[in-house]
Each structure stands twice: as C-alpha cells, then as structure tokens.
C-alpha cells in the first residue's frame, strides 16, 4: 500500500480545509492508498514535520502555496522523497509550471499516478527555493505585503505595497556577479523557471532543470521604467528591452552599498549580500 504525507493548513486561505481534507483522505483511500494529514500550526512547523517524518512515506504532498512547498522542500533538504502538489494559494507559480491541474479529483490522479522528475533547486544561505529569488523593487513590495499579512491573503494584499514602493522611488543600485562576470542594475531577478507571480513572465524560456538559473537585470531606476518593466514581463517580453540584461550562471552574487531587500519563492528573506547557487536535479517532483 502506498501511503502519503499531506502538509497542509487548514485555518489559511492557502491551505486545505477540512471539507478539502476529507475529499482527498476518500480519493486516496479509494485507490488502495494511505494518506496522513499533518495541519500545520504556524510558521516553520510544515518544514520541521517533514524533516522528521518524510522517511515513513513514498512521498510528501504539499496542499497549498509555494510557500508551503518551500518549507516541505527544505524539509526534506536532498532526500530523495518526491514531492507531490495540489494546488492552493494565490500565484501557484510551480503548479504553473508543471502544468498541473487545479481541480482536487484531477490533481490528486497525477499524485497516484507516480510519474516524477527531476527539478532544479536554488540555495541561498542553506535554505533551499524552488522558483526565483529577487532584490530591488518586488523584494521590497513582498517585504512590506508581509508585515501586514493575515490569514486572508492574495493578489489584493499587494496594492498597498506596491503603491508605497513606488512612490518611495528608492532604488539602490546592485551589484550581481554571475560565475565571475560582474554587471551594475536596479533590480535583478535570479530564475530557475520562467513564471512569476500571476501572468507575469520574466525570464521566458528559463528552464528549471538546465542546472542554471536565468539572472534578469534591469538597469534603469525611475518609477517610470519599474512600471514598463512590470508590462513587458507580463506580455513575456523582457528579453527585447535593451535597458534589461539576460544571462544564465549557477552561481550568483547580490550586493549593495545601501540595503536592499531580497525574496525567495515569494516570502521575504533579508536583505543583500547573499549569494545563491543552483542545486542541479535538488527534488523529485511529481508531474502529470
């Protein structure tokens, strides 16, 4: 009998209720299949369960938003446990792109069904990200998003923020070395796939299992250009800017002589230097 651990949060817009719950616990049950319910109670806590328990399992489901899936992959830090997905949240940036399906009987099908892969991981600092990092501009909306988040959290939670980052204007320049090359912008976003938050798509064609990351600059500071950026990233046209840089490194570099924020997978995470380096083939995935 295969058996499951599912991560999820019961009481957060994001998670899986109990209604949800039950759904899967009888999908799963009616193949054959034993799946155990962890509901996390805060921050953390998915990451530390997962450490400790991922070994009993055939593999570990995370029922929520990438940041749930965040703390499950750094829970698991390398084990070879897949990772299965049912889509919660708001952006959903990985089930975007493996293409997974949102509707729960068609989600939990490909869980059952077992087919996996391997996927880039990035590392920064030993914590593990799945999808992008970012200094400059977005990390500091993400930063402020934060600082007032409650349990109903989404796309509206970023009007506030994004509107106060802007109209602060404070865009220090950055530093990046790529694998030794060394370049000057505003804000920098470090890929390991192609999507972003919502539509957006700044590195178009960044592929999550090349074992580089695709490292996007944008060299120009006014609130004017921040808002043209924004726009081209959303019609997936970032790379015919002349006034953006594209390159592909496994290892980068962030610094700034003044503080700049910086954001992993969505959640806040300090500020610069860091460095983040690619973690070639760091999880097995489950896709349909």
Do not use: W
């Amino acid at each position: 009998m295969a058996t499951y651990l599912l991560i999820t949060n019961p009481i957060s817009s994001r998670g899986l209720g109990e209604k949800g719950i039950a759904e899967v616990t009888a999908l799963f049950e009616a193949r054959g299949a034993r799946i155990d319910v962890h509901r996390t109670r805060g921050a953390g806590d998915a990451r530390s369960v997962v450490a400790d328990r991922h070994g009993a399992y055939d593999a570990v489901i995370a029922a929520g938003g990438d940041g749930t899936i965040g703390e499950v992959v750094n829970g698991l830090a390398g084990a070879p446990v897949p990772v299965g997905v049912l889509p919660r949240g708001t952006a959903n940036v990985l089930a975007k792109e493996l293409a997974l399906p949102r509707e729960m009987p068609d989600a939990a099908d490909v869980i059952l069904r077992g087919k996996t892969k391997k996927f880039d991981l990035g590392v920064a600092d030993g914590k593990r990200f799945v999808l992008m990092a970012s200094a400059g501009y977005d990390a500091q909306v993400v930063a402020l998003a934060h600082e007032s988040r409650g349990a109903k959290f989404g796309y509206t939670s970023y009007v506030a923020p994004i509107l106060k980052a802007l109209a602060a204007g404070d865009f220090p320049e950055i530093r990046v070395k790529a694998d030794g090359r060394e370049y000057a912008c505003r804000h920098v976003i470090v890929a390991n796939v192609e999507n972003y938050g919502g539509p957006m798509r700044p590195a178009r064609g960044a592929k999550h299992d090349d074992g580089l990351f695709d490292v996007v600059m944008y060299t120009r500071h006014g609130r004017l250009s921040v808002a043209r950026y924004a726009f081209a990233a959303f019609l997936g046209r970032t790379a015919s800017r002349s006034d953006v840089i594209r390159v592909q490194a496994s290892k980068v570099t962030l610094s700034s002589e003044r503080p700049v924020a910086l954001q992993l997978d969505g959640d806040p995470a300090g500020s610069l230097p860091r460095t983040l380096e690619v973690l070639p083939a760091g999880m097995t995935v489950i896709v349909p």
